[in-house]
């Protein structure tokens, strides 16, 4: 049975640097049939897509929703069977849920049908 | 961008009762339409995917019906696990995104 488990800071302060871990257990994040994504809900609002990783190959690859391309990185660690996310310069609007979760492609992108019980992160000034 | 709209944003209903939420895209998606259950604290879980089929594990009680731009999720006869918050979501474009979400409360 497939689990997934994000780690990280709880609190982050204004302009730093976000680091998010995801371990995946009874399973391979190496499995090229499946996406590596990271999801977000701020309090009270919609839930968003953040990015996604997954092999191709011997290497990752990335995609990025546009409005946090420029502040995001998402890797792969196969090592460590685990996914990561930096999302830099934060800010008060960045505080939310962060959930990871593995992704089936179904037209264009994925579902998602194993979640992470979320972490919960907020940006203080 | 596809825009997706979720209908209600609450209801309130009592154990025993047909339940109906509804998305609506902004342009056609074909079944890339899929259904999430969310309750705090805990992750997500996956009921329906492509548009109608049910997740393995998840009560037949669940079904989801539509093609092309508007989507319902019917709980035929809720049970009192079932108050939760349930947001569809499309992956008809390379970045995908969600349903404003739809709480469901006990009457």
């Known amino acids: 049975q497939v689990q997934l488990q994000e780690s990280g800071p709880g609190l982050v302060k204004s302009s730093q640097t976000l680091s998010l871990t995801c371990s995946v257990s009874?399973?391979?994040?190496?499995?090229?049939?499946?996406?590596w994504t990271w999801i977000r809900q701020p309090a009270g609002k919609e839930v968003e897509w953040i990015g996604r990783v997954y092999t191709t190959g011997s290497t990752g690859s990335t995609h990025y929703n546009p409005s946090l391309k420029s502040r995001l990185s998402i890797s792969l660690d196969t090592s460590k069977n685990q996914f990561s996310l930096k999302l830099s310069s934060m800010t008060a609007a960045d505080t939310a849920v962060y959930f990871c979760?593995?992704?089936?492609?179904?037209?264009?992108?994925?579902?998602?049908?194993?979640w992470g019980q979320g972490i919960s992160v907020t940006v203080s000034s | 961008d596809i825009l997706i709209t979720q209908s209600p944003s609450s209801l309130s209903a009592s154990v025993g009762d047909r339940v109906t939420i509804t998305c609506r895209a902004s342009q056609r998606i074909s079944n890339y339409l899929h259904w999430y259950q969310g309750k705090p604290g805990k992750a997500p879980k996956l009921l329906i995917y492509g548009a109608s089929s049910l997740q393995s594990g998840v009560p037949s009680r669940f079904s989801g019906s539509g093609s092309g731009t508007d989507f319902t999720l019917t709980i035929s006869s809720l049970q009192p696990e079932d108050f939760a918050t349930y947001y569809c979501q499309h992956t008809y474009n390379i970045a995908p995104t969600f349903g404003q979400g739809t709480q469901l409360e006990i009457k």
């Open positions: 979760a593995r992704g089936i492609r179904y037209g264009s992108s994925e579902f998602f049908d194993i």
């Open positions: 009874g399973g391979s994040v190496n499995s090229g049939t499946y996406y």
